[in-house]
């Protein structure tokens, strides 16, 4: 596998899981559990995740499609 490909499959994986974060966190959300644990922790992953996307973005290193995505 080439180095591009292992950055595109990267890229991939971190903006999938950025979007999954975001749906548990609305679950959480909607049960009231915004004060747990697990809900603070997940909103630190998805935080840390939106910074990597945020370096990516101001790169130009994102296609339109992807963002359409977030």
Do not use: H
Request: charged residues 45%; hydrophobic residues 40%.
């Amino acid at each position: 596998m080439e180095k591009l490909e292992r950055f595109e499959k990267a890229l991939s994986d971190i903006v999938n899981e950025y979007i999954k974060l975001g749906k548990e966190l609305e679950k959480l959300r909607n049960d009231g559990k915004m004060k747990t644990t697990k809900f603070r922790e997940l909103l630190g992953k998805k935080l840390l995740y939106n910074m990597i996307i945020t370096i990516f973005k101001r790169y130009d290193l994102i296609d339109r499609d992807v963002l359409e995505k977030l």
